[in-house]
């Protein structure tokens, strides 16, 4: 217990007679120590890496989930898994959700009506482009927030303990210099104060004892001094080299960065390419649904106005219903498109559906124009002897 004692009255002491130093070198009281201007640069350099790391961080976090406090506790969810060191489990998207929603309202509507069957298309695209938001949050979680948040809770930490132990050598050290120039001093004016050996010989005893006693104390202060320069020294040297690790820092901060970026383009084409289908398949949806009756359908039609008009021989009827889809299979085949042909490159490659499509090569050139009444999602595509639709969005059109 007393030991006990000893040791906290000692640590205070030393606490104490650093603070006093701080605080005289604060105002200006106190000579300080300057730092060496390399070790200097390093200690400035960190702080901006730690700095920027933390805001980097943070708002990849925000980017990632912008809303992390919401209905399923993801954040208390987070901390509670961090603090028993387990792996969170995989969370269900907002798209997945969203997806999943749609399925369900399509099987109360009726799966085979038209807004059961679009909910159907739509919620399986909402879903692929939930697990492609989850599979980018996951790597971007491996390979770019958890090195970031390993350095600041590891390296920098044991960065900072040091920086903190070399300042309190640096202090201990010049109150180590003061406590020596205040002896030399003392020593001097001892040494310059008239002496009174000559009328009192006692008064020369003490003189002499005295002067012994201030030679001790610069002895013992210049000992100190020495002691507590080769710390700091030691201590500066350890802190060197654990700075100098920063640019070790970076260059795997530099890697992280790569793969996140990665990850993003990786992530974003899965999204283009299930948008791309979507949308084909909505297109293909539409143009397979009946057209609505047109209001020119409320008039009789010429076969009709024949029956209507009397009776006529069966083989006039026939060579009539014959005259009339044969001219309207000539109209389809000689009716021009609306714009000219042009030439087209092909973006990415595409698989045609079905007999009415053309399958597509990336980079190939073909020729396309449009008809009269065609989607304009659409195109008419030519290459040789083969003819059939394009979606637009896999074209680039050229002069």
Not at 296 to 322: D, E, H, K, Q, R
Not at 333 to 353: I, S
Not at 366 to 376: E, L, Q, R, S, W
């Amino acid at each position: 217990m007393d030991f006990n004692v000893k040791k906290l009255a000692s640590d205070a002491g030393v606490f104490f007679t650093r603070a006093v130093q701080f605080t005289e070198e604060k105002l200006g009281q106190a000579e300080k120590t300057e730092l060496d201007p390399h070790l200097e640069n390093l200690i400035t350099r960190a702080d901006g890496t730690r700095n920027w790391t933390e805001k980097i961080l943070r708002q990849t976090e925000v980017l990632l989930q912008p809303n992390p406090i919401d209905h399923t506790g993801a954040r208390i969810e987070e901390f509670i898994y961090d603090k028993l060191d387990k792996k969170l489990p995989s969370k269900v998207t907002n798209a997945e959700l969203l997806g999943q929603y749609m399925l369900d309202a399509a099987n109360e509507f009726g799966p085979e009506t038209p807004y059961g069957s679009t909910l159907i298309t739509v919620g399986e695209y909402q879903k692929r482009l939930g697990g492609a938001e989850r599979e980018f949050l996951h790597t971007s979680a491996v390979t770019f927030l958890t090195p970031l948040r390993n350095f600041l809770e590891g390296d920098w930490r044991t960065i900072s303990k040091e920086r903190r132990l070399l300042e309190n050598r640096r202090l201990d050290l010049d109150i180590c210099k003061a406590r020596l120039k205040k002896a030399k001093q003392a020593e001097a004016k001892a040494a310059a104060a008239p002496d009174f050996q000559e009328t009192r010989p006692r008064n020369y005893v003490l003189s002499a004892s005295a002067s012994a006693l201030l030679s001790e104390e610069v002895d013992k202060a210049e000992h100190e001094l020495r002691v507590a320069q080769t710390e700091f020294d030691r201590q500066a040297e350890v802190t060197r080299l654990l700075l100098e690790g920063i640019s070790s820092t970076h260059l795997n901060h530099l890697r992280c960065l790569h793969d996140f970026a990665e990850a993003q383009a990786t992530y974003y084409a899965q999204c283009h390419h299930y948008v791309q289908d979507l949308q084909r398949e909505l297109n293909r949806c539409a143009n397979a649904a009946p057209p609505p009756l047109p209001s020119a359908a409320v008039c009789p039609n010429p076969v009709s106005s024949a029956f209507l008009s009397g009776p006529s021989s069966p083989g006039a009827t026939v060579s009539s219903s014959s005259s009339q889809r044969s001219n309207t299979l000539t109209m389809e085949q000689t009716q021009p498109p609306v714009t000219g042909t042009r030439k087209a490159k092909v973006l990415y490659d595409y698989d045609a559906h079905d007999a009415s499509e053309l399958s597509l090569l990336a980079d190939e050139l073909i020729t396309v124009y449009t008809v009269p009444g065609m989607d304009p999602d659409w195109l008419i595509g030519a290459r040789g002897n083969e003819k059939g639709k394009v979606p637009v969005t896999y074209l680039e059109l050229l002069s």
